[in-house]
């Protein structure tokens, strides 16, 4: 790349991600992961003397080498394949490149990962260190407010299998719409996720309850924030709770519910949430609905839990299993 084409590359990039936010709605974190794997792209072609209007796609080719011989995980390299590839079919779709380089590279390989998964028995476990303490009075009312938010988020998360960045940034608007369902019924939250999509996500009675109960201990202490456009206000850039502190202190709640740390996150929950469901007999499609997954094969990761099930019924009800 030489200096005269850095600028109009850089340039290049930037309208790219313009695009993404403006036609596709892509959320702030998917267009930083765009910019980095952009922006390595870009310094690993200058090495070469290229640029993205003149890059051959052996010199893509030559870039994914180098990152598989780094050391970077065939699903990471995949990413950042599937970035190359969406920036390159931008200039060419605005005519900035008569050609397409990358039309025609295939990933690398990968396993079928399956997703890590909590028993019920476990996130009951999570659930009950969540719970306990919640009104007593000895503890500190700073304290019990930070347990009875930890508590919100939990059980809110595993009601409605949300993603870490909708449940952190919940309006109070949502909040205050699944207030005023029947007091019988959980509700429903209004979710704006990827793309702009909005779609309802179930809440439970005990969500509900925890949400109203960890509203009025927020407002009792703290009635400015509480009247915040965010349901988990703080004081931080973005005003609401970050994902970095709530993966923090679930960490600390599986320690205390006597599971190891490493194994459960917030996407573990997500991921628990739809895996319950499938064992307990939802169709597929509607469990796709509920994660907000624009295309199915997303959701098939957890056709493992399907088969099984097949599994059991065919052992269970075939006339002809009958293993007297």
Known sequence: ????????????VKDFLAMLAAERGAAKNTLDAYARDLGDYLLALARRQRDPFSATAQDIREHLADLAQAGLKPTSSARKLSAIRQFHRFLSTEE?????????????????????????AEVDAILQVCREGLDDPARPAE??????????????????????????ALPLTSAKQAEKTPERSGGFLTIKGKGGRERLAPLTGHAREAIAAYRRQLLELHPEAAKQKWLFPSIGESGHLTRQVF??????????AGLSPQKVSPHVLRHAFASHLLQNGADLRV??????????????????????????????????????
Do not use: W
């Open 1 to 12: 790349m030489t200096d005269k084409s850095a600028p109009a590359s850089r340039a290049a």
């Open 96 to 120: 900035r490149r008569p050609d397409d380089p990358a039309v025609l590279l295939e990933g690398p390989r990968q396993g079928r990962r399956l997703p890590k998964i909590l028993s019920v």
């Open 143 to 168: 304290d019990r407010l930070r347990a009875r938010r930890a508590a919100c988020l939990v059980e809110v998360l595993y009601a409605s299998g949300l993603r870490v960045s909708e449940l952190v």
């Open 247 to 256: 993966a923090r202190e679930l960490k600390f709640l599986a320690a205390a």
């Open 287 to 324: 469990v796709q609905e509920l994660l907000g997954h624009a295309d199915i094969a997303t959701t098939q990761i957890y056709t493992h839990v399907l088969d099984e099930r097949l599994k059991a019924m065919v052992r269970d009800l075939h006339p002809l299993n009958d293993e007297e």
